[in-house]
């Protein structure tokens, strides 16, 4: 297993107290760490895993195969549920408090895992250079999702799968997009800068994406992560 775990050129830092004696590992925090929202997702994602959420993963995940990328690898929760069929793991993870929470699980998956400190939007891959590659609620959270697509798209194979599950923006009018429409501007903060109304199918077919094997799904009833969309898009 190779472990990248340097602060990446394209993750902006903030310092506080410089100059007061602390060690610079207690006093930076990365634009992307969110530490408190990645101690809260380790923990109720944890839960899901003997839930619908769990049983959802291992549904997904089992498109994949060969090289597999897994953007924004989080807590590592999918690398439990990778079929056999999956060769190799190469992830990208920005955030250090994740890329820790996910030690544990890369130790324990009895493949190679190659774990960069990178961003969706400038994956550190040649073209073609995956097989597969799994989005699970990350798409919400990039900084720019069609650059996030279009880098995916690049390093994908001709004919490679993405496996999807991505919560997404309601249906005009319905429910969860009334409550998208309340608390989408204060949910990025509580949220570890999740965005709860992207059109992540659009995005995808923009990128250039067979997205007809995505479905819609209702499987967490719980705006404002809700609706989604499940199932896999083709290079
Ligand atoms: C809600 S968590 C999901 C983690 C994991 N995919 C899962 O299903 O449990 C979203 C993850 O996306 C990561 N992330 C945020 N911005 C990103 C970006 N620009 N590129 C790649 N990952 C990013 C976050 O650090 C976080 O680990």
Redesign the pocket.
């Known amino acids: 297993m190779r472990h990248f775990s340097t602060l990446s050129p394209a993750t902006a830092t903030v310092c506080l107290g410089a100059g007061r004696g602390y060690g610079w590992q207690h006093v930076c925090m990365a634009r992307?760490?969110?530490p408190v929202?990645?101690r809260v997702?380790t923990l109720l994602?944890g839960w899901e895993e003997e839930g619908s959420v769990g049983q959802m993963?291992s549904q997904v995940a089992g498109h994949l195969s060969g090289r597999t990328l897994?953007?924004?690898?989080?807590?590592?929760?999918?690398l439990g549920h990778l079929p056999p069929t999956v060769t190799e793991v190469v992830a990208?993870?920005?955030?250090a408090p994740?890329r820790r929470a996910a030690t544990e699980r890369i130790a324990a998956f009895d493949r190679p895992v190659e774990l960069f400190d990178?961003?969706?939007?400038d994956l550190p891959l040649p073209d073609a250079s995956v097989d597969s590659a799994?989005?699970?609620?990350?798409m919400?959270?990039?900084?720019?999702p069609d650059a996030?697509a279009r880098e995916i798209h690049r390093v994908l194979r001709p004919g490679g799968t993405l496996a999807v599950?991505e919560h997404v923006r309601g249906g005009e009018g319905s429910w969860p997009r009334r409550w998208q429409r309340a608390v989408s501007p204060v949910w990025p903060w509580v949220?570890?800068?999740?965005h709860c109304d992207r059109d992540t199918r659009a995005t995808l077919a923009q990128a250039g994406f067979d997205v007809t094997g995505l479905a819609d799904d209702s499987l967490v009833p719980l705006p404002p992560v809700a609706p989604m969309i499940v199932g896999t898009a083709r290079r």
């Open positions: 992307h760490d969110h929202f990645s997702y994602a993963r897994i953007v924004g690898l989080g807590p590592g929760l999918d990208v993870e920005p955030s994740m990178s961003v969706a939007e799994l989005v699970a609620y990350v919400c959270s990039v900084d720019d996030a599950m949220a570890g800068g999740c």
